[in-house]
């Protein structure tokens, strides 16, 4: 089988790999193995200095990896540097905090020395995503390198360009080679890696129903796993909500990366006495987002990755508007090459249709009148989902306090749209998945958080 590399915008075939046989991912988790009995040996303060110097390379390849990104899935080239931007961030972060979050805990006790100790675990698969090919892989490498694991990357089969790139920055940096490897392979071998001795954890983030599968064959064998799944995510606006800017972040959390993420704002919940204002400014507001060339400094939104997401996309809104939702923008193939679809946005929207109750990959509004807050927040959780919520009024504490206490997800915003930031954890709920990235939360998911006492 050979994997292909297809430009979104414009269908046309970039390149094609050969996908690895079975003798070379066996040797790489050989040579990966190999790697990690010395790596893990390594000094904390070395691997810190080594994740700095990762972020400065990124920085200084920022505008061709950028270019790769763009090309290979269709991102605009503006959101695509501030992609690789937030891979430096996140080097940096675990780098200049190693010291803190990889120090052992004195807890006192009868005995004479007892402390919690942070070892690593040992080869870990990553199983990542086409729509932030860069990001999703550093919010884990970068804690997973640092605690001493090491990394076989098993990257989404249409973004190979970006995961041979992700390889070859990291050994630019000085990484020991074999730390950190990139497995071109399809879904096909993943059971057989997952499963393999080697492998001591795994992390997939992706679909509900691959990481299902994940999940099963983790468990199967007793690995530990990581799922960040799909997402719904409510925004509530409340009547007293400052309207104009609510509108302005709800529309750019739609449209970010052409609306494919997870935590992309899916259903706006609107509070009826401000429905019809705030669906106008949805409106007028995603009408203008200009869509083209990702590489124009001035688009706005660019293609979907690949053309059956489009096409998917497409059937989830047709069947909406003929269970009755509104057609108020957009909706129609713009017949032009590539994986191309409009802003559009869906009003009036109820349960029993699919933009209610399945996740929008793409530059779709929902819009959703609730009577009330109490009604707001019930149709927010009436979800299978819980990635993010978020809630916009003028109150901070009512605000706050249905962000702790009301919506169910494991990200909430007052007044912002959710997004993943290196210092707080991040990950969902139901079936969103299970365990955290990020901040000191996710470094040790994939530590062993060991017990030391001494008499």
Not at 130 to 140: A, E
Not at 295 to 313: H, S, V, Y
Not at 345 to 350: A, F, K, R, S
Request: hydrophobic share 45%; aromatic share 8%; glycine share 6%.
């Amino acid at each position: 089988m050979r994997l292909k590399s297809i430009n979104p915008a414009t269908g046309e075939l970039i390149r094609e790999y050969d996908e690895l046989q079975w003798d070379d991912v066996d040797s790489a988790l050989d040579l990966s193995l190999e790697a990690y009995r010395q790596w893990k040996r390594s000094a904390f303060t070395r691997r810190a200095e080594l994740l700095l110097a990762l972020s400065d390379k990124l920085l200084e390849k920022k505008e061709g990896l950028a270019f790769t990104i763009s090309l290979e899935m269709g991102k605009p080239i503006k959101e695509s540097r501030s992609e690789i931007e937030k891979c430096a961030w996140v080097c940096r972060y675990y780098a200049e905090n190693a010291a803190s979050f990889l120090a052992p805990q004195v807890v006192p006790t009868e005995a004479s020395q007892s402390y919690v100790a942070f070892n690593p675990l040992g080869p870990v698969l990553a199983i990542m995503p086409w729509n932030f090919p860069f990001w999703q892989v550093f919010r884990f490498a970068a804690p997973a390198l640092l605690a001493g694991n090491t990394v076989l990357l098993k990257h989404a089969s249409n973004v190979p360009a970006c995961a041979l790139a992700i390889e070859q920055v990291i050994n630019e940096a000085g990484f020991p080679v074999h730390v950190f490897q990139t497995l071109l392979i399809s879904s096909r071998k993943i059971d057989n890696v997952i499963s393999d001795r080697r492998i001591q954890a795994v992390t997939f983030t992706g679909s509900t129903p691959a990481g299902r599968s994940v999940g099963e064959i983790a468990g199967k064998y007793l690995k530990k796993s990581v799922l960040e799944l799909g997402g719904s995510d409510p925004y509530i606006i409340l009547a007293d909500a400052h309207i104009e800017a609510a509108a302005e972040i709800c529309v750019k959390a739609r449209l970010m990366n052409a609306g494919q993420s997870c935590i992309s704002a899916k259903r706006f919940i609107v509070e009826a006495p401000v429905y019809e204002v705030f669906s106008k400014l949805v409106v007028q507001k995603m009408s203008a987002a200009v869509m083209g060339d990702p590489m124009d400094e001035k688009t706005d939104l660019g293609p979907l990755a690949r053309n059956n997401l489009r096409l998917d996309l497409e059937a989830q809104v047709n069947n909406s508007v003929a269970k009755g939702a509104d057609l108020l923008l957009g909706g129609v193939d713009p017949q032009i090459p590539g994986a191309f679809y409009p802003a559009t946005v869906l009003g009036n929207v109820t349960s029993g249709m699919p933009a209610y109750h399945e996740e929008l990959f793409g530059p779709v509004a929902t819009l959703i009148k609730a009577a009330d807050m109490k009604e707001a927040i019930s149709i927010a959780n009436d979800t299978t989902f819980g990635l993010g919520a978020a809630v916009f009024t003028s109150d901070i504490e009512k605000g706050r306090y249905m962000a702790e206490h009301e919506l169910e997800a494991g990200s909430c915003f007052v007044n912002d749209f959710v997004k993943s930031d290196p210092r707080l954890p991040f990950g969902g709920i139901k079936e969103s998945g299970y365990g955290r990235e990020l901040s000191v939360f996710g470094l040790r998911e994939f530590m062993n958080i060991k017990t030391v006492v001494v008499r």
